[in-house]
């Protein structure tokens, strides 16, 4: 572990701060309340900067999701991004809620707003999901039927990442090394005679592009719901056998390779074993 976690108000530390302060305004707040909340995203901006800048982002991010399961019993999907997980650290509240916080920051950060502009930002913007809709071609409502057809739609989408419809390799034409919050990648592609989809030219991979690919998304997959619900528990537990297949995999190679070297480092193939199982802990978290 790097010197630099070894500091007096870590940011793991600054996260639970705000948590403290989260739970607070839940319980005390309730006028004038808006403007609170407004100041604790700002808050939770901040940590997500400085936390996008850290040199140990990836180690604060295995720690708070093994934090969030643990001691929350939250798990995190895999697709999820590191602004909604650290999120959801900070609320340690419903999917629901984490979601619609994730939006508004990543929309502020999107649109050049620093976390001590924020309040001003989204008091300006006509409040919460005025900016949570920001990108977006049509205002929608905050209706828990849409935000459900979304979310539905973002587990679809994970599932597909272990069940994908098709695969192809890449070049270096195709890379887009900026992802400014998004997870997926998109590319503009054309059906020629030959029946083959041709891929053009790799798009921008921003949070807002993503956020209106998965609203329309959600239109097609969630056309039929009850349809859909059903298809996409039936394609998670189908993705979770492609996962646990993997890790079984992995755990046979670990274990071939720990009994050739454990005479030579003192490992043993239960140490090997216990490694491998936290690496798959974390991957179906």
């Known amino acids: 572990m790097s010197n630099t976690l070894i500091i007096s108000k870590t940011l793991i530390g600054w996260a639970d701060e705000v948590a403290s302060a989260h739970e607070q305004f839940t319980a005390q707040y309730v006028i004038g309340g808006r403007i609170a909340l407004y100041n604790l995203l700002g808050e939770m901006m901040s940590v997500i900067d400085r936390f996008e800048s850290s040199g140990d982002r990836d180690e604060l991010l295995s720690i708070i999701k093994r934090k969030l399961r643990s001691d929350f019993g939250i798990k995190t999907q895999k697709n999820s991004s590191n602004a909604s ?145 059903a298809g996409v528990a039936a394609l998670r537990k189908k993705a979770d056998e492609v996962i646990k297949a993997r890790f079984a995999e992995a755990e046979l190679a670990a274990a071939a390779r720990s009994r050739s070297e454990s005479h030579q480092t003192g490992d043993t193939p239960e140490t090997t074993k216990a490694l491998v199982l936290e690496d798959y802990q974390d991957e179906t978290a």
């Open 85 to 229: 997980i650290l999120i959801r650290y900070m609320t340690r509240t419903d999917r629901k809620t984490a979601h619609v916080y994730s939006r508004v920051i990543e929309s502020a950060r999107a649109s050049g707003v620093k976390p001590n502009e924020l309040p001003s930002f989204i008091e300006g913007a006509g409040g919460i999901e005025r900016v949570r809709t920001l990108g977006e071609e049509e205002p929608t409502s905050a209706q828990d039927e849409n935000l459900e057809k979304i979310m539905l739609t973002e587990e679809f989408l994970s599932c597909r990442s272990e069940l994908p419809i098709a695969s192809f390799d890449a070049n270096e034409l195709l890379e887009i090394q900026s992802t400014k919050g998004a997870v997926f990648s998109y590319f503009v592609c054309a059906r020629k005679c030959d029946g083959k989809f041709h891929v053009l030219s790799p798009l921008p991979r921003t949070a807002e592009f993503e956020r209106l690919a998965t609203r329309h998304l959600s239109q097609l997959v969630c056309e039929d719901w009850d349809r859909a619900k």
